[in-house]
């Protein structure tokens, strides 16, 4: 399977230290496009983060599933998966912690309109936004600069944050070099 990228500490300026016994969670996320063609960015206002729609992966859960399920909880959307772009791998030494998130393009083929956010979501103030590929990278570039901590994360809020806003950077980046949205996305 494709990797897009692994980001590490060294991406931020960090030196990346020796990983003891580092948790591992598997997420899965991505890129949902709605009939305009535009992509859904989850903005969260009290930490000034954009970022694409996703998240873990439970128990017994098969990725495409779970980014099925966190679509239509973000967004109130049932999507239908159309490609599958490869994986991303964030390995973030300074919290002993990895991920390794599966990511798909998803069109929208019905908006139910209820969001069922996480109450972490809700103390965050997240909300959904449609934009285009152009504003949604520019979006997400120009956030990462101007992060603020949660108010309920811990000491490493912040860090988690840049990874987070860069991952879906790198995925968009790397979407727009290798697709062409014309010609791949079409909807009934």
């Known amino acids: 399977m494709n990797c897009i990228k692994i980001l590490k500490d060294e991406d931020f300026g960090l030196k990346s230290k020796e990983f003891y016994k580092p948790r591992i969670r598997i ?23 954009y970022k694409l729609v996703g998240g873990g992966v439970e128990q017994q859960e098969e990725p495409m599933l779970a980014f099925e399920r966190e679509a239509l909880e973000e967004t109130g959307c049932k999507i239908k998966i159309i490609k599958n772009l490869g994986t991303i791998e964030e390995h973030k030494s300074y919290d002993d912690f990895k991920q390794i998130s599966f990511v798909y393009v998803a069109k929208v083929v019905e ?18 936004l449609w934009c285009n590929l152009d504003d949604a990278i520019s979006l997400i570039q120009n956030s990462e600069n101007n992060l603020k901590p949660s108010p309920i994360d811990g000491p490493l809020s912040i860090y988690h944050s840049k990874f987070i806003v860069r991952r879906d950077l790198e995925i968009l980046k790397y979407w727009k070099q290798h697709i062409d949205i ?7």
């Open 27 to 49: 997420g899965a996320r991505g890129i949902i496009l709605n009939k305009k063609n535009e992509i859904a960015i989850i903005y969260k206002r009290k930490k000034q983060e």
């Open 111 to 128: 908006d139910t309109k209820t969001t069922h956010l996480t109450n972490q979501e809700k103390i965050e103030q997240a909300e959904l």
């Open 182 to 188: 014309e010609k791949n996305v079409t909807f009934i």
